[in-house]
């Protein structure tokens, strides 16, 4: 299709004209916001949509007579962590600025910044437990990081309250599947405007610009001046930096995309190919050269891993992939995670220190004290690596000393011990590993009068390091596969129990090569 045939993208404003629209737009808002009691919660993210929806959200209530605006409107904004700097910075000024707008003019518009509990953050859960970079069948990072902590706050809300109304700047113009789920949604209205929370009870979604296209949503933000004295145009020119032609053409030109479709999240998303936005930004803005060490270190994440992680899955057990003779990978490995850890830290002071890094990054933390803690309380006292190398790998990162709290007074081993242990077992990783674990194992039960679950702890440690290696595990995984399909055969009646005695015993007997340390390994 050629430039001159395209056709014109829709916009909300074409029926009325723009003022006329937004004018029954702004009345719908208060009418909404009139017909009851029930707290709304403003979901913001600093982007063009939510900032489109909480402008007119502002503005219907400041159009109110005095006094009509008396039920409060929560500002959530959900901050990941791991948020681009940018984006973050931006965000949270705007919140400072709000806030202070808000109070001045009397209007019961609160912002509220969000945040991750420590043991669902990036950081923990990768450096400290080990999951692989989130891909999109094993994408663990969203509803840890951003759904829980907003689903967190609107239950509170409703609480407090009995029910409360999310508002939202989703469209249906974002994607075909943006679209279908909003349609659902209409269908099932309480009443105008209003359709039920897919996942919370008593809980509400108003999306007003759900009609309205990515140039609309521009059209708006430059025509209308921001009503808490934040900069569009600076947000205009930021979605810009994020666009890889540096331009962003507004309703001028309705064939060609709005820059709307740059796309801003987290820095170490690996869900998409490539992180655009922070690429455009560093090509288009030599003053952020300084985020070159995050794009280098999401990179690296994106790589194939199967290499950095272990061949067991978090229980210990091995499972093959898709009945093929290689086993499906599971945590990164001890020296991956601590690998991770040392070039996030290294990124951390490159960016710091940096000669074009603005003021506001010259003490960023791409990993918090608290995210420290709990990374080193998980190797040591969770996953038994008595090494507690944490702190010398920040030391040596960051040239500053590590304030480490003693995890445990009554533990006698430590880095000097570990590596006796390590030579005496001749550099044999699953011997160590059992070793190590044993040894906590009953320490921890040394002087405790009830040892309730003693035995499936020791259980559970010979299950996970009895290997000899990963081809003895394989060779167990596939025997384990091939003694399961015999016995559903002989379940089933398509194999007769004699002719598959011979099988049964090859399954129950492997050979020498595969015995294992552990006597009771083969039940």
């Not at 190398?389 to 081993?413: N, W, Y």
Request: one cysteine or more; a negative charge; glycine letters at 4%.
């Amino acid at each position: 299709m050629s430039e001159t045939t395209k056709p014109a993208r829709r916009s909300a404003f074409t029926e009325t004209g723009f003022r006329p629209s937004l004018a029954a737009l702004i009345a719908s808002i208060q009418d909404t916001y009139l017909a009851d009691q029930i707290p709304w919660v403003v979901g913001y993210s600093g982007g063009k949509d939510s900032t489109a929806v909480l402008q007119l959200v502002w503005l219907a209530l400041a159009q109110l007579p005095e006094g009509a605006a008396r039920k409060a409107v929560h500002v959530i904004s959900t901050d990941t962590l791991v948020e681009n700097p940018v984006v973050a910075a931006w965000v949270d000024r705007s919140h400072e600025v709000m806030g202070q707008a808000a109070q001045r003019l009397g209007l019961p518009i609160y912002p509220h910044k969000l945040t991750p509990d420590v043991r669902n953050t990036f950081w923990v859960n990768l450096i400290g437990r080990g999951y692989p970079a989130p891909r999109p069948k094993f994408r663990w990072c969203t509803e840890r990081m951003k759904i829980r902590p907003a689903d967190e706050f609107i239950s509170d809300v409703v609480k407090q309250n009995g029910e409360a109304i999310v508002v939202l700047g989703t469209r249906k113009a974002e994607s075909s599947v943006r679209a279908a789920r909003m349609n659902a949604n209409d269908e099932g209205r309480i009443r105008e405007n209003l359709s039920s929370h897919s996942s919370l009870p008593n809980a509400f979604i108003y999306s007003p610009i759900a009609d309205w296209s990515n140039d609309d949503v521009w059209l708006f933000l430059m025509q209308v001046k921001n009503p808490w004295s934040y900069d569009n145009k600076a947000l205009l020119n930021m979605y810009q930096g994020a666009s890889p032609d540096a331009e962003c053409p507004i309703v001028l030109d309705t064939s060609t995309p709005s820059c709307g479709d740059s796309r801003f999240g987290c820095w170490v998303c690996t869900l998409v190919d490539k992180d655009k936005s922070m690429s455009a930004m560093i090509q288009n803005d030599e003053e952020k050269e300084w985020m070159a060490p995050l794009l280098d270190l999401r990179n690296a994440l994106d790589e194939p891993d199967h290499g950095k992680r272990d061949f067991r899955r978090m229980s210990g057990n091995v499972q093959l992939i898709n009945q093929t003779d290689r086993p499906i990978p599971g945590p990164y490995t001890q020296a991956s995670r601590e690998d991770w850890l040392r070039r996030l830290l290294e990124a951390q002071e490159v960016v710091r220190n940096h000669p074009k890094a603005p003021p506001e990054v010259r003490g960023i933390e791409l990993i918090t004290a608290d995210e420290l803690a709990e990374i080193r309380r998980l190797w040591v006292v969770e996953k038994y690596e008595l090494e507690d190398s944490l702190p010398g790998i920040f030391e040596k990162a960051t040239g500053r000393s590590f304030d480490a709290v003693k995890l445990d007074d009554a533990q006698p081993f430590g880095a000097p011990e570990m590596t006796i242990l390590k030579r005496l077992t001749n550099d044999d990783a699953m011997h160590f590993e059992l070793v190590r674990e044993l040894l906590e194992v009953e320490r921890s039960y040394r002087t405790t009068a009830r040892r309730a679950k003693l035995f499936d702890r020791i259980e559970d440690a010979f299950k996970r390091s009895f290997y000899e290696d990963v081809d003895d595990a394989t060779d167990r995984a596939i025997r384990r596969r091939s003694l399961n399909t015999l016995l559903e055969d002989i379940g089933s009646g398509e194999v007769d129990v004699k002719d598959a005695a011979a099988t049964l015993k090859q399954a129950l007997h492997p050979s020498k090569a595969s015995k294992t340390r552990s006597p009771g390994a083969q039940s």
